[in-house]
């Protein structure tokens, strides 16, 4: 099976832009995360999206959104950038349960991450 | 809330050495454990899981056994490789859903 996908890789913006960002699940997962790898904050998680509702949001401005598709794709947005928010965005896949009370024991799948950098 | 603690690197060894990476938590319930690894320039990648206590995780000579009553999950390898050399994350999961909860990793280096 292909692993997780996520696009572009690298990407430069400017302060006050906005980017969209994808990741692609590994074929039959359901549950798409998103984090935030930041050298002084560590790894962050951001939201959570399961059949294409949000299930779980981290402590970050609304300025972070994401959405998911129905074949399970994902993509973040970060309006407004700041120099700040240049991090690695790492997004992972899990197989999803219906049952949320068990999922914390699925195992999460990573991508390769896209780094952005914020001017 | 749910927090991970590990300590903190560079952990610097010879090759053939033991290696001990300390790793404690705070959760409600009854959480799953995760030790992932990343290599430079890449993503993460899942290295060992423990969903219960007592449980041992093993992966490629690395393991950690889920201690409830000290809420710990050490990573232990007998005799590291060179190829060893990353940044290694302990992490939990609790409550409902799929949330990970990281402590600050540990940047092992190890010598010829």
């Known amino acids: 099976k292909a692993g997780v996908t996520q696009t572009p890789r690298y990407l430069i913006k400017t302060r006050g832009q906005q980017v969209t960002l994808s990741c692609s699940p590994i074929s039959g997962h359901r549950s798409v995360s998103w984090y935030q790898q930041t050298p002084g904050q560590g790894l962050q998680f951001l939201f959570e999206?399961?059949?294409?509702?949000?299930?779980n949001k981290g402590n970050f401005p609304g300025r972070f959104s994401g959405r998911q598709f129905s074949n399970s794709r994902s993509e973040m947005n970060v309006s407004t950038l700041e120099l700040g928010d240049s991090a690695l965005y790492l997004c992972?896949?899990?197989?999803?349960?219906?049952?949320?009370?068990?999922?914390?024991?699925?195992?999460?799948?990573f991508g390769p991450g896209t780094r952005l950098t914020v001017l | 809330g749910d927090s991970v603690t590990q300590m903190e690197g560079p952990v610097t060894l010879s090759e053939e050495a033991f290696l001990t990476i300390n790793c404690t938590y705070t959760?409600?319930?009854?959480?799953?454990l995760f030790w992932y690894v990343q290599y430079p320039g890449e993503g993460l990648q899942l290295l060992l899981k423990?969903?219960?206590?007592?449980d041992k995780g093993s992966n490629k000579g690395f393991e950690a056994t889920y201690r409830k009553e000290t809420t710990s999950f050490h990573l232990e390898k007998g005799s590291v490789q060179v190829s060893d050399s990353a940044v290694y994350f302990c992490a939990l999961s609790a409550g409902a859903g799929n949330m990970l909860t990281f402590g600050g990793g540990t940047r092992l280096m190890v010598k010829p």
């Open positions: 959760a409600t319930g009854y959480p799953s």
């Open positions: 423990a969903t219960k206590a007592d």
């Open positions: 992972a896949s899990s197989l999803g349960r219906g049952l949320a009370v068990s999922a914390h024991t699925d195992t999460q799948y």
């Open positions: 999206y399961f059949s294409e509702t949000q299930r």
